[in-house]
């Protein structure tokens, strides 16, 4: 699976962009923020069947997603950065806003099931408002002149359109029946009312409640689907997919991040994480450092990976989803879900070559894969922060970083964490926490950064630099020490003074 979306990280409230110093539920709350603002533009599934001995047949699909209206309208924020950057690798624009699927996840669907139920629903969009003053003026002209049984064709409606034109045609006009025709064509019928009571309890009425509700659902109805499937579900650095198919298609995003955790386990039993993998690999085989999706796989493909090895996978796109065989889309939704698959499977491979001396048998199965991969399941790669993967069935493993340091201004007033940021942004990648007044914490993820900055600022003029020390950095235990010493110092001087005579 993969996902685009209209933006990544919010920037309202400030300082919500990822950081080193974030625990996991500091980042899922900011993370929360983000999805809450944003939506989904399109979705990529690659289904993998594994359909004689190591060869996987692969259909891949594209799904434009657009929220649906139902009861009330959906805002979402775009980010110029994320549309720019979609829009650069070729994304139609066109596609998502016009012929998006709808979907909501069961909060919405509850509020329009119980409006439909009431009759209270109305039509929020201008746009259909204009398209049903449209309709109603024809449908008015032409029923004045219209015998019993005539019919009319209403054309160029979509989406939700069908169902807004018939339910308001048949709450106006106490003679007229419809019916669709097509996806985009409504037929009106002229009709006397006892035959119109009898359509009304005909079970093959299109506008049946359950069935207004299965169309406004949407792409829902397919992601119902792979929940029940209980298939295993592959990503690259899936966290944010994760986020918004809870938030779009399931429930809104709790508080908790403990819930959110328990959610998606119930949900998608089986998580493997593609970013997770290549972390796995670079430990355990000569593998070159790259994070890419599209580097990972062509590193895979390549032949130095697997020299003359007739067990390795076969993967062969559908004959009807044959497109990415013939030409690269990075970042268009299928393709990369493609890619994920893909970059799974090779990898799996080549963890199981090195975990045995013995030569791996002609036809592994998916699950000696599994086998192989047991400590990667359900870990999602935990980009920047307290720990290096959420563990969706178990207890988050912290990072192993290099030590904290502490920076002292002197001589320098007014100085704040972006400006501390700038300082040391040449040098090296830090993330800046101001202590106190003239104190700043720096964190970094790699050792030769911060063995670099404590070289290079050991006779700086205006900053010191060094190990932080709890015991000695910290304001708390700083200002309790200067307390203690204070009522160590009058107590000795009253012992002194108020001795014996």
């Known amino acids: 699976l993969d996902m685009e979306f209209t933006g990544l990280h919010s920037t309202f409230p400030q300082n919500s962009e990822p950081s080193l110093f974030d625990s996991p539920v500091e980042r899922y709350l900011k993370a929360r923020q983000s999805v809450q603002r944003f939506t989904v533009t399109q979705l990529g599934l690659a289904m993998f069947s594994n359909e004689s001995s190591n060869k996987y047949v692969v259909h891949s699909y594209n799904f434009f997603l657009f929220p649906s209206f139902g009861v009330t309208d959906v805002e979402f924020t775009l980010s110029a950065s994320s549309i720019r950057f979609l829009s650069h690798y070729g994304f139609d624009y066109n596609k998502f806003l016009k012929d998006g699927i709808p979907y909501m996840n069961e909060v919405q669907e509850k509020i329009l099931s119980q409006h439909l139920l009431a009759g209270s629903w109305k039509v929020n969009s201008a746009l259909d408002r204009d398209v049903l ?18 019919t009319m064709i209403l054309q160029d409606l979509s989406g939700y359109q069908m169902f807004e034109v018939q339910l308001v045609l048949r709450q106006a006009l106490q003679n007229v029946w419809t019916q669709p025709l097509g996806d985009k064509e409504v037929m009106v019928k002229k009709v006397s009312p006892q035959h119109r009571q009898l359509l009304e309890n005909s079970r093959y009425d299109c506008c049946q409640k359950e069935l207004i509700l299965l169309s406004a659902r949407g792409f829902t109805n397919l992601f119902q689907t792979l929940v029940k499937a209980k298939k295993p579900l592959v990503g690259h650095n899936m966290l944010m997919d994760l986020m918004h198919l809870h938030d779009k298609f399931y429930k809104p995003l709790p508080e908790s991040y403990e819930e959110f955790k328990r959610n998606i386990h119930n949900l998608f039993p089986v998580l493997i994480d593609t970013k997770t993998v290549t972390k796995s690999l670079w430990k355990k ?31 062969a796109l559908a004959s009807d989803c044959s497109r990415y065989a013939e030409k690269k889309s990075p970042h268009e939704a299928g393709y990369d879900a493609f890619l994920c698959g893909s970059v799974l499977l090779k990898s799996a491979h080549l963890l199981l070559c090195r ?13 000696q894969y599994l086998s192989v991969l047991a400590e990667c399941l359900n870990k999602v790669n935990f980009i920047r922060g307290g720990v290096s993967s959420i563990n969706f069935c178990g207890e988050d493993a912290p990072c192993q ?6 920076v002292h201004v002197h001589g320098w007033p007014g100085l704040n964490e972006r400006q501390i940021y700038q300082e040391f942004k040449a040098l090296c990648r830090f993330d800046v926490r101001q202590l106190s007044k003239n104190q700043f914490i720096l964190l970094s993820n790699k050792f030769k950064h911060v063995r670099r900055v404590l070289r290079d600022y050991r006779h700086h003029p205006h900053l010191r630099v060094s190990v932080y020390r709890h015991w000695r950095d910290s304001p708390p235990v700083s200002c309790l020490l200067q307390v203690s010493g204070i009522v160590a110092l009058w107590s000795l001087l009253a012992f002194v003074l108020g001795g014996a005579p």
Do not use: H
């Not at 003053?133 to 005539?150: H, L, P, Q, R």
């Not at 032949?303 to 067990?311: L, V």
């Open 133 to 150: 003053k449209k309709a109603i003026d024809e449908v008015t002209c032409w029923i004045a002149s219209a015998g019993e049984e005539e």
């Open 285 to 315: 085989c000569p593998f070159p450092r790259v994070s890419n999706l599209l580097e990972v796989y062509a590193v895979l493909c390549s032949s130095n990976q697997y020299p003359e090895d007739p067990a390795c996978p076969v993967i």
């Open 355 to 367: 975990s045995t001396d013995d030569a791996v048998e002609a036809d592994p199965s998916f699950s």
């Open 401 to 406: 970083y290099p030590p904290l340091l502490v």
